[in-house]
């Protein structure tokens, strides 16, 4: 009944942007809490961002001063800005909604960071 699906991804050299989008559809209430996960190569699946009622964000420690959370809830989509991107940045990117019945997850984008 919740289906997101990612946007934007793609490939760019370093120091380069991307601007991740994620459509909701379904049952979304408008105050859940919503974010971006990566998962590289071989690795466990990570919380990159996290937004929820009243703006409030979150970022991981490795993407701080670089990427920027946000969304738009008239469109019920949230956005990821990517600045400055590193070659370790790397990953498929999944954007996912936390609610009663979640968490919901996308099909997730494939961002792909070159030296």
């Known amino acids: 009944q919740v289906q997101l699906v990612e946007s934007g991804g793609g490939l760019v050299q370093a120091g380069g942007s991307l601007r991740l989008s994620c459509a909701a559809s379904?049952?979304?209430?408008?105050?859940?809490?919503m974010g971006w996960y990566r998962q590289a190569p071989g690795k466990q699946r990570e919380r990159v961002a996290g937004?929820?009622?009243?703006?409030?964000?979150s970022y991981a420690d490795s993407v701080k001063g670089r990427f920027t959370i946000s969304r738009d809830n008239a469109k019920n989509t949230v956005y990821l800005q990517m600045n400055s991107l590193k070659p370790e940045d790397t990953a498929v990117y999944y954007c996912?909604?936390?609610?009663?019945?979640?968490?919901?997850w996308g099909q997730g984008t494939q961002v792909t960071v070159s030296s």
């Open positions: 379904g049952s979304i209430f408008s105050g859940s809490f």
């Open positions: 996912a909604v936390l609610q009663l019945g979640g968490p919901y």
């Open positions: 937004i929820r009622s009243g703006d409030t964000t």
